[in-house]
């Protein structure tokens, strides 16, 4: 007759949960190893398909946190453990945390996973939060292990038999769980009312905050198509000057350039801002002419002495366009030999036959 059905047997809670903490120290570094495997693959797949994350966090259980959970009763039987098997039962000793920027990410995530993983089970929080009535961190929790095809790595066939748990949020969500895990209250019923009317408060404009930076980020995708299709359609008036429009501008007016980064286009765009611009429309009409001449002679090349990426060579159409009034307003005029280097290009020009600063006045 096995021990645990033997009458008045007691069950050793202290010697159940020191033996288990000793094995889990020997191999708590497989877990942080197939931890960190797990947030390896996550890491290089998100980053293929061009999905935004803010963090991935990985680890192991700690060791007093094992203990703990080890040492918990049966809810069933109180005086039996809650883990007979605690290395088998225990399913989240290697973790992962996907933290997003927005709502929509955690859906672009939730593909992923199914596809790199076996998914054991899947949690919403969200989904059991509403159907208790209780209010609370909302994330999407994976159970998860290594598919046969994975597993013919070799690297990772230490990691077949082990499980490990994968949980989603958005940033605000997962400040909300740290705040939370702080305050330490393991249930709704013991937080004072005061602070539960206070959290209750809280949760909702949480959720509210999330759904409004995902509209926020839908509502700037739109515009942003909207832009580039007014570029090419070449609807300019009242068309307001972004980074991401004046890319779609000058890949138009240019051609395009892969060098030119994200941050050169967002300076260009505050600085045509700085410059008094309002529209396209305000900036085509004064280059028009000298775009022109440019198809027959590289202005840039003429200003500067050498061929010039697309930034530089927009620079230079400004420049022949607006004078020394483009000098004196560029938001780096003051900036070391700034005006000394755009006047010899402005001599270059004029030195060229081209007519330099016919929209100096209008500025």
Known sequence: MPLLDQPNYSFDFAAHTQKFVEEYQKRRPDYEGYAGEIANLLEKALRARKIPYATIEKRAKGIESFRKKVSKQSREDLALPKYLNPLT???????????TYFLETIEEV?????????????????????????????????????????????????????????????????????????????????????????????????????????????????????????????????LEITPDAVKAYLDKLLGPDARVTDASYSFTASMLHHLGFEDFHEIDVRIVEYTRINLDKDLSTIAWRAKQGQIMKFETLLLASMGRSFISKHPRATVNDFGERYGKAVRRLRQAGIDVGKWEDSF
């Open 89 to 99: 039962d225990i399913e989240d000793l290697a973790g992962v945390r996907v933290i």
């Open 110 to 238: 939730d593909e992923v996973i199914y596809e790199l993983f076996d998914v054991r089970e899947k949690l919403n929080k969200r989904e059991k939060l509403e159907q208790t009535e209780r209010f609370g961190y909302q994330s999407v929790h994976y159970i998860i292990s290594f598919s046969q095809e994975r597993l013919k790595f070799l690297e990772l066939l230490n990691y077949a038999e082990l499980k490990a748990e994968i949980q989603v949020r958005t940033i605000l969500q997962h400040s909300w769980a740290e705040i939370e895990h702080d305050i330490q209250y393991t249930s709704v019923e013991t937080i004072p009312a005061t602070i539960r009317r206070r959290f209750a408060a809280l949760a909702g404009l949480l959720e509210i905050a999330d759904r409004e930076f995902q509209a926020i980020q839908a509502e700037d995708r739109q515009l942003k198509a909207l832009a580039r299709q007014s570029v090419l359609e070449n609807k300019l008036e009242g």
